[in-house]
């Protein structure tokens, strides 16, 4: 009797384990663009409320989605311009601390919102961010008519691969990753280790693959303390870019990080566009 009981308990763990592994397994599978995309459609703060100006901007992307996007300009006709691609939460409307920072480096910035988030039409998707990318690329590009030299472009988490993604394209000035990943199956990996990542991966997302074939130079920023990213992620991320390239190391959490290390940040960053452009700032 007391070795059927323990039969069945055992039977009965076994069965549970099973349970959660499938369940998990069901919900990597099929819930992924829910748990790669967070986005809110509430603006809570323009440029404006901070004593900026800037333009608001309807941009449309080559398959015909409307974007949302910012231009905050500053005085200096020739200032380097920031093309910002931020992370997977929220939208352009919680990135004003960064848009404050730039404008007093003197640096003139575009912010747009992927497809699905804030005013932007559409539901977001690894090829259409990229097509979002894309369409404010050519903004600056082609309406502004920005040299591709005074462009830096700076990817924020999972907008660094969007970042990336131009930069192996194109050949801008610079290219930023802030707290930014190798790979998505690679991060997956990490969150799931019994889980076959690579059969059920729907996005990739490749950071680490695209750096070997970027050419501009480019700096890396990540903090040991985040949480969501792990430190390791940048020092891989440095590591397979090319010459010139930097490393600075902040402190903070993921969304943080940058306000707790604020000197440090903006001396990094100040320190990289002098380096990359002749005239600097």
Not at 18 to 45: K, N
Not at 226 to 240: K, N, V
């Amino acid at each position: 009797m007391g070795a059927n009981s323990g039969y069945a308990w055992l039977w009965q763990g076994l069965r549970l384990l099973v349970g959660v592994y499938v369940g998990l397994f069901l919900i990597l599978t099929f819930a992924q663009t829910r748990l790669m995309y967070f986005p809110s459609r509430e603006i809570i703060h323009t440029p404006k409320d901070t004593g900026l100006d800037y333009e608001n901007l309807r941009l449309t992307t080559g398959d015909g989605v409307t974007l949302a996007a910012w231009w905050i300009p500053v005085e200096q006709a020739d200032a380097p311009v920031i093309l910002f691609a931020h992370g997977n939460g929220g939208n352009i409307s919680y990135r004003l601390p960064y848009i404050r920072i730039f404008h007093q480096m003197g640096i003139a910035s575009l912010f747009f919102d992927y497809r699905g988030y804030g005013a932007s039409e559409g539901q977001p998707s690894e090829a259409g961010t990229y097509l979002d990318g894309e369409a404010a690329w050519d903004y600056l590009t082609r309406t502004r008519q920005i040299p591709a030299q005074r462009i830096i472009l700076y990817g924020e988490s999972l907008g660094g691969a969007i970042a990336t993604y131009l930069a192996e394209k194109y050949q801008p000035a610079g290219l930023i990753l802030g707290s930014t990943f190798t790979s998505v199956p690679d991060r997956a990996k990490e969150l799931f280790p019994l889980m076959p990542i690579d059969l059920i991966a729907q996005f990739q997302y490749n950071n680490l693959a695209r750096l070997p074939q970027i050419q501009c130079p480019v700096l890396v920023i990540h903090s040991r303390q985040d949480e969501i990213i792990p430190f390791h992620h940048g020092q891989r991320l440095y590591e397979a870019a090319n010459e010139p390239k930097f490393f600075l190391e902040i402190q903070g959490s993921h969304n943080e990080g940058f306000l707790d290390s604020l000197t440090t940040y903006q001396t990094g960053i100040e320190q990289f566009v002098q380096t990359i452009l002749p005239q600097g700032l």
